[in-house]
């Protein structure tokens, strides 16, 4: 067992519960043990960087201080959300490299009584952890239901290759390694080429036109390469690629039905896990149809049915309205490839 | 996209617009020493909803077209994919510069798109507040501002994270919010100075 310091993010105690229960489930088995970092605040996601550069650099500051006084086995903070993983690793390089910007950030956090000495925490990715401190071939002997005849697509998104302030990876655009661990499963991976393409973060919320897009095609691309499902490492890919399929398709045209599973819960099912401890069931997109393949049962959601009770203002009672006017979308002209 | 800039009256003209922008980005952006490649534009996956491409924006901040930067919804189109950044052969930091010029264009009330400058600060507002993020405040008051068409269509996905535990109605709170805040307004006090 190897300890680290876990920095769950927001995301896991919501949208990205299904990747939460399974890293649960399945932390053990890989010799992971997890110590979360008492009272965490958010990291700022994309958000605080545009309006409050310095207010963002001290929120996530104040993790990487709260993680400092905890540190004692373990001074690696692991993170399993990339956006998390980034604006940590971010932050703990540039207060190391620009000792004004520390020096007001501990200026900041000394009024909580905080402070914290840069470098003195390493910030790394949870897949990254498994990539190559657990590695594939440990992986590979715990398995006792390969994912055989599973077709699945590598979706890894931008953020963990790439900016890499630390410089972990040497390909930061077509990375295999994550290959190597869904074959280690037994499953069949299908050579995705928008593997590390931005799922478009926060623009499916703020710019649906172009959001919505750069959704279609990665959609467009795994549909293509016949690939039965996609596979993630970060719950802002997933809650997209997931909660925005219906959208995608009512605007285009189009009719994808991909569901997008995180990797813990492909790791947990290939050892031997049911799927409702592994979270599986909560997607909006079914994994059902996919998983028949290997012979796993997924469980129907509690009724997910909307009955009356609108949470937002505006109740749906024809559940596929005419839109009005909408700007002239660009169509894409058949675009024929899978690449960019 | 392809406005010509060279039409543009000379006025208004900023020469030290640059070393403005490259103070507000953390360490050496690199920015001057942008070759205009176009590599950034090349890759940017957004690039096509940009009022300027990235290369285009780093001329004109370079020209000293402080008016015209701000304005440009360019930065508020970046997704901070960071592919130009690793395809860049002079390693410019381009997102850290695009966050940048928003917190500049923010800073003064500029911001060409007004989802995008909300979004952040509903967001923020919600941190601030609880110490976590509340996804259920933030679209609920996100979508009713800005895109009460899409409700309806979002609605049945939105009822299923809820009806999954993926989302909850009420907000998630850290023990200390108080410090949280206090760090906050100090960090906020200390913006105002740059």
């Known amino acids: 067992m190897k300890e680290f310091l876990y920095y769950p993010g927001c995301s896991m105690s919501g949208t990205a519960k299904g990747y939460a229960d399974s890293l649960e489930a399945v932390a053990g088995p890989l010799g992971i043990d997890l110590r979360e970092i008492d009272d965490w605040s958010c990291c700022g996601a994309s958000e605080y960087f545009s309006i409050g550069p310095l207010r963002g650099y001290a929120l996530v500051a104040r993790n990487l201080a709260l993680a400092q006084r905890e540190a004692n086995g373990s001074r690696t903070v692991v993170a399993p959300c990339s956006l998390c993983y ?19 950030v501990n200026e900041a956090l000394s009024v909580a009584g905080l402070s914290y000495a840069p470098g003195s925490v390493e910030v790394r990715h949870l897949f990254e952890i498994v990539i190559h401190d657990v590695g594939a071939d440990a992986v590979r002997e715990k398995v006792v ?78 549909e293509r390469l016949g690939a039965d499902m996609l596979a993630t490492i970060c719950p802002m890919c997933q809650m997209n690629i997931d909660l925005y399929q219906a959208e995608v398709n009512r605007r285009f045209k189009t009719d994808f039905k991909i569901p997008i599973l995180f990797f813990t819960q492909l790791v947990g099912l290939a050892f031997g896990m049911d799927a409702k401890t592994l979270g599986i069931g909560s997607e909006v997109v079914s994994a059902k149809r996919a998983l028949a393949k290997i012979g796993v049962e997924v469980p129907e959601p509690e009724a997910a049915e909307p009955v009356a009770a609108g949470a937002s203002g505006e109740k749906p009672r024809a559940p596929r309205p005419r839109k009005g006017p909408e700007l002239p979308m660009p169509r894409m002209p058949k675009d024929k490839g899978v690449g960019r | 996209m392809t406005e010509a800039i060279h039409d543009r009256p000379a006025t208004g003209i900023d020469h030290d617009f640059i070393r403005e922008v490259m103070a507000a980005v953390p360490g050496d952006s690199r920015l001057q020493m942008c070759i205009q490649c176009g590599t950034c534009g090349g890759s940017c996956p957004s690039a096509a909803d940009m009022d300027h491409t990235p290369r285009q924006l780093f001329a004109m901040v370079r020209a000293g077209l402080r008016e015209q930067v701000l304005g440009s919804n360019t930065p508020w189109m970046c997704v901070s994919c960071y592919y130009c950044s690793v395809r860049c052969p002079q390693e410019v930091h381009i997102p850290d510069v695009m966050y940048g010029l928003k917190s500049i264009a923010g800073r003064e009330g500029r911001s060409p798109s007004s989802a995008a400058p909300n979004f952040s600060r509903t967001f923020m507002s919600n941190v601030h507040r609880f110490g976590r993020s509340y996804e259920m405040g933030l679209v609920a008051r996100h979508y009713l501002r800005h895109f009460p068409l899409r409700i309806p269509g979002m609605a049945p996905a939105g009822m299923g994270m809820l009806a999954s535990g993926r989302m909850d109605i009420r907000p998630k709170r850290i ?19 740059l």
């Not at chain 1, 980034?86 to 007001?104: C, E, H, I, S």
């Not at chain 1, 077709?151 to 990375?175: I, Q, S």
């Not at chain 1, 703020?206 to 897009?213: D, K, N, V």
């Not at chain 2, 108080?178 to 913006?191: D, T």
């Open chain 2, 175 to 193: 023990r200390d919010v108080k410090g949280l805040q206090a760090i906050m307004a100090k960090a906020e006090e200390l913006e105002a100075q």
């Open chain 1, 145 to 222: 239901r390969p994912l055989k005849g599973l077709k699945v697509a590598p979706y890894l998104g931008c953020l963990v290759t790439r900016p890499d302030p630390e410089k972990r990876w040497k390909a930061k655009e077509h990375p295999l390694e994550i290959d190597r661990l869904l074959e280690a499963l037994g499953a069949e991976v299908v050579d995705y080429p928008l593997r590390t393409d931005c799922c478009g973060g926060h623009l499916s919320q703020i710019s649906p036109g172009m959001g919505l897009e750069m959704l279609r095609r990665l959609l467009d691309s795994a």
């Open chain 1, 86 to 104: 980034v604006n940590l690793a971010k932050t703990n390089k540039y207060v190391r490299t620009d000792p004004v910007l520390a020096g007001k």
